[in-house]
């Protein structure tokens, strides 16, 4: 298994560019997550979906979208891109089963920069 | 507002010795709690967790320590080796929340040989 899969690893936008970040995992995990580090902080949560068709936002959405159209796939859209955005993203899965709680699994990240 | 603290922002110890970093809550809903371990340019990768029914959990060198009464949790390493030194953070999620988790902003771990 892969695992959970991002890309790119890195990217220079200019302000007013719009992007997507790539999130596959191969895990058959039912939740996914995206979040932002930025530099001295904790992770903060973007967007969560807890399947297919269902996403919710998190704590930091504003100038960010998602979608989820596969178990697999959970892409962040940027839009109108924001020096504020410059931040590393990371992507996590997870899976529940009756109600039981499994940890979630990262992605490398993806290191974005805006200018 | 930060319902979960980490307030050392960095620890240094000796190689052998116990390493103990520790983490604060506010939010009584919280019933999980997880410790993640962070090398530079890599994403988390999961230690350990501990749910709210138990007070301890145990994983070869790690051990992870819950006083809910305090809102408090604490991680022990113990032997300290060079290779664990990296951020770790504590996270937590509450019942009903969708699994979500609030992380602490870390704490840099550096053993030294």
């Known amino acids: 298994n892969a695992g959970v899969t991002q890309t790119p690893k890195f990217r220079i936008l200019k302000i007013g560019q719009s992007m997507t970040l790539q999130c596959t995992q191969d895990?058959?995990?039912?939740?996914m997550y995206w979040y932002r580090q930025d530099p001295g902080m904790g992770l903060k949560l973007i967007y969560y979906?807890?399947?297919?068709?269902?996403?919710d936002k998190g704590e930091v959405p504003n100038g960010y979208n998602v979608s989820r159209s596969t178990t697999e796939d959970f892409p962040l859209r940027l839009e109108l891109a924001a020096p504020s955005q410059t931040s590393v993203y990371f992507c996590?899965?997870?899976?529940?089963?009756?109600?039981?709680?499994?940890?979630?699994?990262f992605g490398p990240g993806t290191r974005l920069t805006v200018t | 507002d930060q319902q979960v603290k980490q307030n050392s922002p960095s620890l240094s110890v000796q190689e052998g010795r116990i390493s103990i970093l520790n983490c604060d809550y506010t939010n009584s809903m919280f019933d999980y709690f997880l410790w993640y371990k962070k090398y530079p340019a890599e994403g988390p990768t999961f230690l350990i967790s501990?749910?709210?029914?138990?007070d301890k959990n145990e994983d070869g060198r790690f051990t992870v320590f819950l006083n809910k009464s305090a809102k408090h949790l604490s991680l022990h390493i113990v032997p300290s080796q060079p290779g664990d030194s990296a951020v770790y953070f504590c996270a937590a999620s509450g019942e009903g929340s969708n699994y979500k988790l609030t992380f602490g902003k870390g704490t840099l771990l550096t053993v030294n040989p």
């Open positions: 996590a899965s997870s899976y529940s089963i009756g109600g039981l709680k499994g940890e979630q699994y």
């Open positions: 895990m058959n995990h039912n939740y």
């Open positions: 979906s807890v399947g297919a068709g269902i996403t």
């Open positions: 501990i749910s709210s029914i138990k």
